[in-house]
């Protein structure tokens, strides 16, 4: 068995001391550190995070010999027990690596524990030792300590946690997909489908309504556990989410057991507040899309992921499908567990709608290629990224769209059938392109599946309109702004004015000569704060100036006209129910969403 005994050595410091223990390491014995962790299709370099290594067996100290960048290599003598320290830098609040603060821990085993090579197979110990007072334990793999039992009352009164607690995996890929959250957190817990599911939340208000969170999470659960299984257990046997709330943040990443989740803390809800906001919805889209990945990614995966190799990129041009069909699901599931209605799941789709259609990406890239494209593209996103790529998420959840209408309205299948049946017929989990447009095939016809393949590698808007307007969905004419109708993002503030962080390929802005860091100080000669100030003034048609300050000079650029709703609302358009359909696309219309 490996052994890690992981310390919180100087929280000031944000430093993780960590002991790995070899019984019987091999006479050169390397070790490594991942470079990426799955979910988030990026090299992370992790290693760089760790310093002070050194080897000892018994009191003999052994010489560390860098090999690489993430690998190292011990000399051993005999059969002791090789033991190795190091220190973990640990200060990312992100869901992906590890953090260590006075208040609270976090980290991803992929941050802080070495592989040892040739033994990644054998169980793997993981000691969390002498925690701070008042500290707890959050993760998704097996404890095997009975210091929490022990340490309770014979009346039966909350124990304090544990100052050393000790868990366990059966291999060093199980190890990786267990996160840990530390400190004195929120604890609540519901049951799912036959599983006990444990919610923690850090860092929320006073006033968090922590019951509410678990009851709509129990809702998502209970209608994706039943997707995926109907009445019968899921395979899984206990189930966390970790939730970090911060004053502005979102993200999350799944794992097999668990999922980390980081949201805005006003996005949570609070005790005597009703009503579901747009925060709270989307928080609940989170919760939703992290879960859906339980089955979809991490035992239904791409079949390059078979094993996962740490050390490198695992290229696969599926992301369209994985996280692509998970974000079309999401808020699905959120409308068929009766937390929203049709009208806002309409207005949520209407929004990925709008962020392919105004990405001039989709005409550079394939959602396949952009899926490949992923390890040096969409995680390390720069000003030109919209004109270069297009994400595979949003995009994917239209083309999952796209195939879920194609099929309703072939009447045979859907598209819940094609994911049920890949996950009764993919071969060890591994999902490959061919295998996704067979099953579409045999449930919906070849002519789908070709189309599927089409939607899928052609460059090119995919124009979902049509099939919307059968089950009675329908565009709606957006009030236009400014930066729209220039193709430019902003960021607007009081002090800096308005900042252009996004010029896109193709519209006024770009023919006009913004630059990505211009600030725009007047339009027509008028100081402006708000770009769309300027509306009061602009005639449509109309040719007029922007004053801009430019690394420090201060330059006129001439925009030819201002464009006008008519030739700007095929890409400036929100989706809506229609207001009267007739009998059929009424029926059809609930067929998809439900009464």
Avoid at 55 to 72: E, I, S
Avoid at 512 to 541: H, K, N, P
Wanted: net charge neutral; aromatic share 10%.
């Amino acid at each position: 068995m490996i052994h890690y005994r992981i310390e919180v050595a100087d929280v000031a410091a944000h430093q993780f001391k960590v002991t790995l223990t070899i019984a019987d390491p091999a006479p050169e014995q390397q070790l490594s550190l991942p470079a990426w962790i799955p979910g988030s299709y990026m090299v992370r370099e992790f290693a760089r995070h760790l310093s002070l290594l050194q080897a000892r067996q018994g009191t003999q100290p052994r010489p560390v010999v860098q090999l690489a960048k993430d690998r190292w290599s011990v000399a051993t003598s005999g059969r002791g027990a090789l033991v190795v320290t190091y220190f973990a830098y640990a200060f990312d609040p992100s869901v992906r690596t590890a953090w260590l603060g006075d208040d609270r821990g976090f980290f991803n085993s992929t941050s802080l524990c070495l592989a040892v090579e040739g033994r990644t197979a054998e169980p793997h110990r993981v000691e969390l030792y002498r925690l701070p007072a008042g500290w707890d334990v959050a993760t998704g793999m097996t404890r095997v300590d009975t210091a929490a039992k022990a340490a309770k009352s014979t009346k039966g009164a909350k124990a304090a946690p544990a100052r050393t607690q000790v868990f366990e995996s059966a291999d060093y890929d199980e190890l990786a997909d267990h996160p840990f959250e530390l400190g004195p957190f929120w604890r609540g817990s519901f049951t799912s489908g036959g599983v006990v599911h444990e919610f923690v939340v850090s860092g929320a208000w006073p006033q968090f309504d922590g019951a509410r969170l678990l009851a709509d999470t129990k809702r998502i659960c209970d209608e994706e556990i039943r997707f995926w299984h109907g009445s019968e257990k899921p395979p899984f046997a206990r189930y966390v989410f970790m939730l970090y709330a911060t004053e502005d943040g979102y993200g999350g990443l799944e794992h097999r057991a668990s999922t980390a989740l980081i949201a805005a803390r006003k996005d949570l809800p609070r005790v005597g507040v009703p009503g579901i906001n747009d925060g709270y919805v989307t928080l609940l889209g989170l919760i939703s899309h992290e879960y859906f990945h339980t089955w979809n990614v991490k035992r239904l995966k791409p079949a390059e992921f078979l094993p996962y190799d740490f050390s490198q990129e695992n290229y696969t041009e599926l992301l369209w499908f994985f996280e692509g069909f998970t974000s079309y699901y999401d808020d699905l599931f959120l409308l068929r567990a009766g937390l929203i209605d049709q009208a806002r799941y309409v207005k949520l789709v209407g929004r990925a709608f709008n962020g392919v259609r105004q990405s001039p990406g989709q005409h550079v890239q394939s959602v396949a290629e952009a899926s490949f494209d992923a390890w040096v593209k969409y995680y390390r996103a720069d000003e030109n990224t919209p004109n270069s790529t297009i994400s595979y998420y949003t995009k994917g959840s239209l083309v999952a769209l796209r195939l879920d209408l194609a099929l309703r309205a072939g009447g045979k299948a859907t598209l819940d059938d094609v994911m049920r049946a890949l996950w009764r017929d993919a071969p060890g989990g591994g999902v490959t392109e061919e295998l996704i447009l067979r099953t579409v095939a045999r449930l919906g016809g070849k002519a789908l599946a070709a189309e599927l393949r089409d939607w899928v590698h052609e460059r090119g808007e995919l124009d979902v309109l049509p099939a919307l307007a059968r089950v009675g969905v329908e565009p709606e004419i957006e009030t236009l702004t400014l930066p729209f109708e220039l193709g430019i993002r902003v960021s607007e503030g009081p002090v800096t004015g308005i900042q252009v962080k996004y010029v896109l390929a193709g519209g006024a802005g770009a023919a006009a000569g913004l630059c990505v860091g211009d600030e725009i100080l007047a339009v027509d000669g008028w100081r402006v704060r708000r770009l769309d100030d300027a509306l009061s003034w602009i005639r449509t048609g109309a040719a007029f100036e922007l004053l801009v300050a430019r690394q420090q000079r201060v330059r006129t650029l001439r925009v030819a006209d201002r464009l006008s709703e008519r030739r700007n609302d095929a890409a400036s358009r929100s989706l809506k129910l229609s207001a009267s359909p007739n009998a059929a696309t009424l029926a059809r219309r609930n067929g998809w969403l439900g009464k």
